[in-house]
Every structure is written in C-alpha cells, then in structure tokens.
C-alpha cells in the first residue's frame, strides 16, 4: 500500500500521514519547505514504512511536473493519492489585486488537476485506487471575506465530481472533504479554543475509515464542521 499526500508537513496532511503510517502504508510526501519535510520524516521513521520526501512549490507547474516525472520515485502502485495542498488568502475579491486569487487558484485547483490527471491515468489502467480532494464549506457556499478562496475550492469540487465520474468505470473511487474550521496553522494566534474546531485527526480517522469500506460502495462527499463554532 503506498500513498502519496500533498501539502503533508502541516495540519490536515500530516495528520493523514501520520495514520496512513502507523496503518502500514508506505508514503510518498510532498511539501514546500524540505526542514520540514524531513522533521515528519524522522518522525514517521520507527513505523518502519519507507518514507519518500519531495520538496516543490505546488503553486509553480513545473515544480508539480518535476515531481510527477521524477524517475527518484516509483510511482506505479501508488492506490491512494490526497490532495492536500492549499492556501486561503482572506479579503475582498473586488478589492484584491488579481495575484490574490490567481495564487489561489494555482494552489487550491490546478495543482490538483494536474496530479489527479496523472495518477488518474495510472489507477485507470489498473482498476484500482482513491483519490482523496481536500475542499471546503467554502466549495458549497461562499465565506465572508473569502471570496477568492472560495471560488476555488468550488472549482476543486467541480473537478472531484468529473474525476468520479470519469474514473467510476475504471472501478476507482473519488471522495471530497468539505471540512469546516479547522484547527491548523492557518488559526495560530486565535483566542478560540481549541474544542470549538475541527481536528486534522477528525479527518484522517475518517479518510482511514472510508479507505476501509466495502468494494462497491463510494463515498462521495463528507461534510465535517465544528459543533458549535
């Protein structure tokens, strides 16, 4: 079992990685500080899975091209791929210069087209794999002060349902996570506590618990959010 997490140093991705290891899974993580991706390396070391690290800018193409055609890496048995990485930049879409979304867009849906495209492509042929989309509350309903953002990640929801449909007869199964406020990096410095929130590790229970289900079945979207935020 091998598989592959974008954005793992941080949050939602390294709570996937950390139960994706100690469930026997061998990994393959990218990141864009290579600190920080050895840290959770070393970290993940006394599971005994072998780790493979890449560092990249998922928001520059030819960084997310130069892992997919790394010949360092193996990535044909590959059944299970997160696309993790993302970034919110909060503020007024009418008021933001044009680099504001177009990072975000490069971030939260070209970087997941292109790695699903390639990995799509292999489960294809094999018939076998999940492809897991980190997306948001934001993809079903505009946030406030979040207006690029979550044009985005509607547009990442939007892919996920063309993969799935696109992939279902190839007996390869597709899921969204609309996750709600979650407790990562992206809320330091907050006076909220912490039960308010979401955990990353609410999310990977649930990511292990669906790679668990039976054949047949597909789970399409989860919806996950705080209980009284």
């Known amino acids: 079992m091998k598989a592959v997490i974008t954005g793992a140093t941080k949050g939602i991705g390294r709570a996937i990685s950390l139960k994706l290891a100690q469930k026997g ?7 864009r500080g290579e600190g920080d991706l050895k840290a959770l390396k070393d970290e993940l070391t006394p599971y005994g899975n072998t780790v493979l690290t890449h560092g990249a800018d998922f928001s520059v193409k030819e960084e997310i091209y130069a892992f997919l055609n ?5 990535f044909n048995d590959v059944t299970v791929l997160v696309n993790n990485v993302g970034i919110f930049l ?3 879409m009418l ?4 680099e504001t979304f177009e990072k975000q867009q490069h971030l939260n849906t070209n970087a997941c087209y292109y790695t699903s495209k390639f990995f799509g492509k292999k489960m294809r042929v094999v018939k076998q794999g999940h492809i897991f989309n980190i997306c948001s509350v934001a ?12 044009v985005t990640k509607a547009a990442m929801l939007s892919l996920n349902h ?3 449909q696109e ?6 199964k597709v899921t969204a996570f609309l996750p ?16 308010k929130f979401v955990q990353p590790e609410d999310i990977a229970e649930t990511l292990f618990t669906i790679l668990n289900l039976s054949k047949g079945v597909n789970v399409d979207e989860v919806l996950i959010t705080p209980l009284d935020f």
Request: proline share 7%; hydrophobic share 30%.
């Open 180 to 195: 709600g406020s979650t407790r990562t990096s992206s809320w330091e410095g907050t006076t909220i506590p912490d039960e």
């Open 95 to 98: 008021d933001e210069d044009d």
């Open 139 to 150: 993809s079903k309903a505009p946030v406030k002060n979040g207006g690029s953002y979550s």
């Open 25 to 31: 899974y061998d990994l393959i993580l990218v990141a």
């Open 167 to 172: 992939l279902a007869p190839h007996n390869v």
């Open 162 to 164: 063309v993969l799935r």
């Open 90 to 92: 909060p503020g007024s």
């Open 70 to 74: 790394s010949t360092a890496i193996d």
